[in-house]
């Protein structure tokens, strides 16, 4: 497995344009939106999925794969059940640690923030974006196990039956808004040099302010 593993090539998409980071503007969040048009653009799938590493009660981390929904000044955006796992550890540490890597690009972009949920009504209107079989298994979250997978899927043709028009949103589905304090965007060079710029939350500067400087690679 090891040589299997060794023999994959890694940073096959590497770009020849260079990596401005005098062009870069002083708010990182409109360059994480770039950064995922770009990678869309070079035929990257699902660009707008993103880890979000969340912490339990005891201090271990879980993390897993979500799509962001939208992207603003100051917030990145996603939705979940605020009683799943990732929503229950942000209701008691709203810590957060998010990433997103695009092969097609040879780019990734990491994020440290908190985490809290925008309330109802902007809950409810995401929900209302989305597609019927999304809306529909968004209805299927339950804490614990799955006996069989057959009633999960009766569970889903019940609720559609139950619904033929509009599907009410589920109480506890909740969009949520990540607050970045950190954001790394980093960028594979073909000389193996990357590049590497750090943004921090910089209090001097105000409630928007950021400070960014260039890592070693
Ligand atoms: C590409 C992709 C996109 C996903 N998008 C979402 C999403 O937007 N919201 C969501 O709740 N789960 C999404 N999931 C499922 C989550 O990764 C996760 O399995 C689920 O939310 C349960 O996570 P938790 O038990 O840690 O809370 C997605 C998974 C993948 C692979």
Same mark, same amino acid.
């Given at each position: 497995m090891r040589r299997r593993l060794r023999a994959i090539p890694v940073?096959?998409?590497?770009?020849?344009a260079e990596f401005r #980071?005098?062009?870069? /503007?002083?708010? /990182?969040l409109p360059v994480i939106a770039d950064w995922i048009l770009a990678a869309h653009a070079a035929g990257? /799938? #699902? /660009?707008h999925a993103m880890s979000l590493c969340t912490v339990g009660p005891t201090g271990v981390p879980s993390s897993r794969v979500l799509i962001v929904k939208d992207i603003d000044d100051r917030h990145l955006y996603f939705a979940t059940p605020a009683g799943s796992r990732k929503g229950l550890e942000i209701a008691t540490n709203p810590h957060v640690a998010a990433h997103f890597h695009w092969p097609a690009t040879g780019q990734q972009i990491r994020i440290v923030g908190t985490a809290a949920g925008q309330g109802r009504e902007a809950s409810e209107r995401d929900f209302a974006e989305r597609g019927r079989g999304s809306q529909l298994a968004a209805h299927l979250h339950r804490p614990g196990p799955l006996t069989d997978r057959r009633s999960a899927l009766a569970e889903f043709e019940r609720l559609g039956a139950v619904h033929p028009g509009e599907v009410p949103c589920p109480p506890d589905w909740t969009l949520y808004a990540i607050s970045p304090t950190e954001v790394e965007f980093w960028e594979a060079s073909a000389d193996r040099v990357h590049h590497r710029i750090v943004y921090r939350r910089d209090a001097t500067a105000g409630a928007d302010g950021w400070a960014h400087e260039l890592m070693w690679p």
């Open positions: 940073f096959k998409n590497v770009r020849a #980071e005098k062009d870069l /503007p002083d708010n /990182p990257q /799938p #699902e /660009p």
